[in-house]
């Protein structure tokens, strides 16, 4: 990668620093202002879907860190992100206890449930690794319907309280936006930090080359498992700021189907940067977005086509980007766009 | 990597000791009904350049792997510095000490020259990965310390313009001495270079001869070296192991070897004259 024009780095410090110019900084603080001030610029629609971004955001960065970095696929994200949000809400419902107790214990338990599967990836890559993450999927819908009524509900599922912090309810859906604003920003931020320390270098090892990362001291095993450890942790404090979100769980909730597109997710926006997680998710999300604007409008124009059809046509079409982007930038939008960025910066010379 | 170039400008050969860094003792390995090393023994000295050469598929590169821990021998056992290691984990024998260079290109082709060299220093760097997820303080200070360490590596290996490359995008050459960094920011108490020079061009032997005789010298590690070159083995090796179908048939000094009749009929399938 090429610095802008004029920047050098002096000390290692320096040279490790996610923003580097006066410039980066300017355009990194007004993202974050028009964020802090989006229920006051946009009020209404915006904010709802700006909060699913976040959680779905917090989803993807996990799978980004145990499929794009560590190189596990997974596709049992979802159902990670269901037991986080179960286990948060049963502590919520039964037990009364604070958000700030059940996210994270929402986290964890994810985690475990996930590392659980991730111990299938020492023996098994690939292909059978992704078919044995999608029986995660089926045994936590099988789970959660089967276990005793009284701790998840069964196929009533649980109702929630909204998450209140003393006397202060989250219970508008502007407030709820700026909790999982400042959840995603700290998951972000972990995430980043974890990809450019001691941990995200051995996930890379383990994802380019497991022998060579084995014979100079990387426990495979171990990291393997991490992989899946923090992902699922990901999808399970996810999976908890949509139980408050919703103030409702339930296994129908948490699909195969939504995995497929985390994964989807992940391939726009570009595997293994930080990122492209964002951009991946905030680009189909606002598509996802845009079908459930466009596709009645387009229903009303031709109501000979029944708007099942042209859901079902959006829907390909969503699909045919993927498939677009397998083919022909396999890397995601992050790549292309670093790519831009660099014969920007070099220009007038090809390289 | 200490001051490599003051340890090797002052050309203070390193004093032997008497005490085997290595020792293999009677290695049997089998795959199926293939024996691919048979009752194979030997000693590495300290601070020796020791060469095991032999016809393709004569049990070289498997020799290697028992020592690494990636192929556990049916018969006989392992020893570094008097501590057994057979059966262990390769990642538990790196942790001993045993650095190893590939044969071919293995390094992680999505990290770029100086966090391919990182992962040398995994093992000695001690953040979690809850302190990686804050990365305030601690994290920062150790990335920052161990970033010095590789930048000496760096200096050594004369790779300081390319330190910001990708290693997916660098020449053979280059990957080559990238992948050798990756060993030395391990600290090795031994090194074990699988192949470092086949394909090479002459100037990119040159450059790698160079360096292993700069590291034992600075360092005073043995360094086990399996390598086609017979050129290159004869100037550089204190000793040599002969491999033939999984046997040891010869070990001695280069001046020995060049003139044994099994080596000479292993290479040449000439008849020995008796």
Known sequence: MTLPGGVHAETYAQDRALIRTPWQWLWFAAFVAVLLLLPFLRPGGAVGIATVIGITLIAVLGLQLTSGCAGQINMGQSAFMGVGAYAAGALAVHLHWSFLMTIPIGGISAAVFGAVFGLAALRIKGFYLALTTIAAQYIFTFAMLKLPKEWFGQSEGLRMDPAVLGSFAFDTDNRIYYLVLAFAALMTYGAWGLMRSRTGRAFIAVRDNDNAAEVIGINVFYYKTLAFFIGAFYAGVAGALWAYYVRYVQADQFTLWLSVWYVGMLIVGGMGSILGAIVGTVVIRLLQELITVVGPQITDLLPTLGGQFVFAAMNMLLGGLIIVFVIFEPRGLVHRWNIVKESYRIWPFPH | ?274
């Open chain 2, 1 to 274: 990597m200490p001051d490599v170039a003051a340890v090797s400008e002052s050309a203070a050969m390193p004093a032997r000791s008497a005490a085997p860094i290595i020792r293999v003792d009677g290695i049997t390995l089998r795959f199926g009904g293939v024996t691919a090393l048979a009752d194979v023994s030997f000693e590495i000295g300290a601070s020796e350049i020791h060469a095991i050469i032999g016809p393709n598929g004569a049990g070289k590169s498997c020799t290697l792997n028992c020592l690494n821990g990636f192929n556990l021998p049916q018969q006989g056992r392992l020893f570094l510095r008097e501590q057994e290691i057979t059966g262990f984990a390769p990642h538990r024998i790196a942790r001993l000490g045993v650095g190893r260079t590939f044969q071919g290109l293995q390094l992680f082709a999505g990290l770029s020259v100086v966090d391919n060299l990182l992962t040398g220093r995994h093992l000695h760097m001690k953040t979690g990965a809850l302190e990686g997820f804050i990365y305030r303080g601690w994290a920062h200070a150790e990335e920052l310390r161990e970033r010095r360490r590789v930048e000496e590596i760096i200096d050594f290996l004369e790779i300081k313009n390319i330190r910001h490359k990708l290693v997916g995008s660098l020449s053979y050459g280059l990957r080559k001495r990238v992948d050798l960094g990756r060993a030395l920011a391990m600290d090795p108490k031994v090194l074990l270079m699988d192949e470092p020079m086949a394909g090479m061009n002459l100037e990119e032997k040159e450059d790698i001869v160079r360096f292993v005789i700069d590291i034992r010298e600075a360092l005073d590690i043995p360094i086990v070296i399996v390598e086609h070159d017979m050129h290159v083995v004869m100037d550089i090796a204190d000793r040599i192991t002969v491999l033939d179908w999984g046997h040891v048939i010869a070990r001695g000094n280069p001046q020995a070897i060049k003139s044994d009749p099994t080596v000479i009929k292993a290479y040449l399938g000439a008849e020995v004259r008796r």
